[in-house]
């Protein structure tokens, strides 16, 4: 979905494959973060 706002909010092509990149490297982090929290709070 960030994908799709950024393209309807930017026109310049340059800020449109950044925001793409972040949106990319935010889901990354916060997948590895939620997957590091769930190992530790795992009993055993």
């Known amino acids: 979905?960030?994908?799709?706002?950024a393209g309807l909010a930017l026109t310049d092509a340059a800020l449109l494959d950044t925001a793409k990149a972040a949106v990319l490297v935010a889901s990354a982090i916060a997948g590895i973060v939620g997957y590091v929290q769930l190992r530790r709070s795992r009993p055993g």
């Open 1 to 5: 979905m960030a994908p799709f706002v």
